[in-house]
């Protein structure tokens, strides 16, 4: 069983940035792919990035690309999203996920998730 905690989301101006946490617990965390999806209201969850359990490999939704990084802290067991010229169509609840398979984290269906966090991006 693994526990995904999220945190870092908030309330900031078009063009700024922050950076989400995602602090797992429970089984070996290095043994694990991880991703970050959103859901915007009104709409369904959508796919950000995801990351290898080496974090060698990473991959990007194409609305993020050139704007958002994944990366982890094996040691520290936990995942980050920095996100940068954020935009207000990135207001959403940002989620973690993990799945020992990259594929099913990639596909939306990764065995745990976490509770999500907010963020709202004004104009």
């Known amino acids: 069983q693994v526990q995904l905690v999220e945190s870092g989301g908030g309330l900031v101006q078009a063009g700024g940035s922050l950076r989400l946490s995602c602090a797992a617990s429970g089984r070996t965390f290095s043994s694990y792919a991880m991703g970050w999806f959103r859901q915007a209201p009104g709409k369904e969850r959508e796919f950000v990035a995801s990351?290898?359990?080496?974090?060698?490999?990473?991959y990007y939704a194409d609305s993020v690309k050139g704007r958002f990084t994944i990366s982890r802290d094996n040691a520290k067991n936990t995942v980050y999203l920095q996100m940068v010229r954020l935009k207000p169509e990135d207001t959403a609840v940002y989620y973690c996920?993990?799945?020992?398979?990259?594929?099913?984290?990639?596909?939306?269906?990764?065995?745990?998730w976490g509770q999500g966090t907010q963020v709202t991006v004004s104009s």
């Open positions: 996920a993990a799945d020992s398979r990259l594929a099913y984290v990639v596909a939306g269906k990764g065995a745990y």
């Open positions: 990351i290898m359990r080496s974090g060698g490999t990473t």
